[in-house]
């Protein structure tokens, strides 16, 4: 192969290369070459810690010869098979193993290849659903969702997210969704107290379900955290109410689990912390812990009873993607979830939320942090000009970012999201590794505040 020079790929990556969600007009190129285990190396061998689990999709860190070695397996037998039609065996027992492991009732596995079409999928099921089930309500053909959610950047997936920043161009694209307000337990609204806020929130969604109910196919939610809009956490018990309600009102539940699925919130699932079992649910990130793209909608066997019949009766479920089910993601998730009963990983993960604990708590203390929080194996924090009186600082200082930037310079990998600081490491990590990432956001909090 034609060696090309660090300084060609750079500027190719500057130039060529278009980047997700990045200005290109201020990108610096980041190259990462290798990766060992929990650690990035660059182009010029320097080692970073992982901070964010490869944007929140890698498990038992990089590299795992348990999965290097089912995904090279995998390639001696076949790498495509699609699955229209069609089937493979490692993607048959992998729509098993998932059927096992999934909340009560979701017995019927949809592969796609990314989170957003994930939600795509559970998305037009539902519509689907009710227009083909045994006393159809073709009436139902809206969505509700929570104020700043995101759900993946196609468009039905963006019609159901609600971060303007992202989705607000493309609404001449977009179908109309219902909303209700964010249920953030840690910025409760005037006068409502820490312990009646799931109760408030609640009580608005049902307010919105009594009058909507009759138009809504489904309501779509990530349970526990929202993640991309800024790891935002609800309230105790807002996922068991959210349920019940819209059990209640005869509105279908999408549990989007993409980000917080696959033991990142310290259960196998979001969804069991409240034993909670939707109608569909949507898996991709952490899946194939982080190696390979696939993706899986969930969904009721009454779901996928609407849909039998003969061809002529038109039932089908008219959607699938070329890679829908690939056999080397397949094989990647089934090596992730073997680790997870050989390396015990769920046992593994109260001592390390604990060490975050800890250091978040520390982190906490910093006179311009505010909101320090955490769910399972993810931490956010805000960074305040006056963190008493709830003063951000302005946006264009970018103070976040610039903490990253310091963390990057001592060895670890951090990525804001927006204001926020996020920790977000894969659950291999070691004690230690959660200290060296801590003190590196610490050390950068003190060093872009105190200035
Ligand atoms: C990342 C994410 C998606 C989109 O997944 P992609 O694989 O990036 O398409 C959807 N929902 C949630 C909650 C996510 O975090």
């Known amino acids: 192969m034609e060696k090309i020079s660090r300084q ?3 500027e190719w990556d500057r130039t060529l290369v278009w980047h997700g969600f990045t200005q290109m007009a201020e990108y610096e190129p980041f190259v990462i070459e290798r990766a060992e285990g929990c650690e990035l190396i660059d182009l010029d061998g320097r080692r970073y810690l992982d901070g964010v689990s490869s944007l929140w999709c890698n498990i038992h860190g990089h ?13 001696d037998r076949v790498a495509h098979v699609t699955n229209l039609g069609a089937s493979n065996p490692t993607t048959i027992r992998l729509a098993k193993r998932l059927v096992d492991l999934a909340p009560d009732g979701l017995q019927h596995v949809f592969f796609s290849d990314d989170g957003s079409t994930a ?10 659903y009710w227009r083909q089930r045994p006393d159809p309500q073709p009436e139902k053909s809206c969505y509700l969702a929570l104020g700043h959610a995101y759900h993946g950047d196609t468009l039905g997936s963006v019609s159901v997210g609600g ?13 109309e969704t219902c909303r209700v307000p964010v249920p953030d337990r840690d910025r409760p609204p005037e006068g409502v107290s820490a312990e009646n806020v799931c109760r408030y929130y609640l009580d608005q969604l049902e307010e919105v379900l009594a009058q909507h109910h009759a138009r809504l196919a489904a309501m779509v939610v990530e349970p526990l955290v929202q993640a991309a809009a800024g790891m935002i956490m609800h309230p105790d018990g807002y996922l068991r109410g959210v349920r019940a309600l819209t059990r209640k009102y005869n509105v279908l539940l999408i549990a989007d689990e993409v980000a917080v699925a696959f033991g990142r919130t310290g259960r196998m699932f979001a969804c069991e912390h409240e034993q909670v079992s939707p109608d569909l649910m949507c898996l991709a990130k952490g899946m194939t812990g982080g190696y390979l793209p696939l993706a899986a909608t969930l969904a009721t066997g009454e779901i996928w009873n609407a849909f039998l019949g003969t061809a002529a009766e038109g039932k089908t479920f008219y959607h699938g993607h070329t890679y829908g089910g690939n056999p080397l993601g397949a094989a990647a998730a089934m090596a992730t979830l ?6 015990r990983t769920l046992e593994q ?12 708590e520390r982190i906490a203390r910093l006179p311009h942090v505010g909101r320090a929080r955490q769910c399972g194996m993810i931490a956010a924090m805000e960074l305040f000009e006056d963190a008493v009186a709830g003063r951000p600082y302005p946006s264009a200082e970018r103070r976040a970012q610039r903490v990253c930037e310091h963390a990057r310079r001592h060895g670890v990998w951090l990525r804001p999201l927006g204001d926020e600081i996020v920790l977000m490491p894969p659950l291999a990590i070691s004690l230690e ?4 990432i801590a003190e590196a956001a610490e050390q950068g909090i003190r ?4 200035t």
């Open 63 to 75: 590299r795992h010869p348990r999965i290097d070695a089912a995904v090279r397996e995998q390639l």
């Open 119 to 128: 939600v795509e999928v559970a998305v037009k099921m539902a519509l689907q």
């Open 163 to 175: 971060i303007d920043r992202f989705h607000a161009m493309f609404r001449p694209l977009l179908f």
């Open 349 to 360: 993960l109260p001592a390390k939320i604990a060490r975050l604990a800890e250091r978040v």
């Open 433 to 436: 590794q959660i200290d060296r």
């Open 8 to 10: 060609d790929l750079l």
């Open 338 to 343: 073997d680790i997870f009963d050989e390396e």
């Open 447 to 450: 060093a872009v505040t105190e």
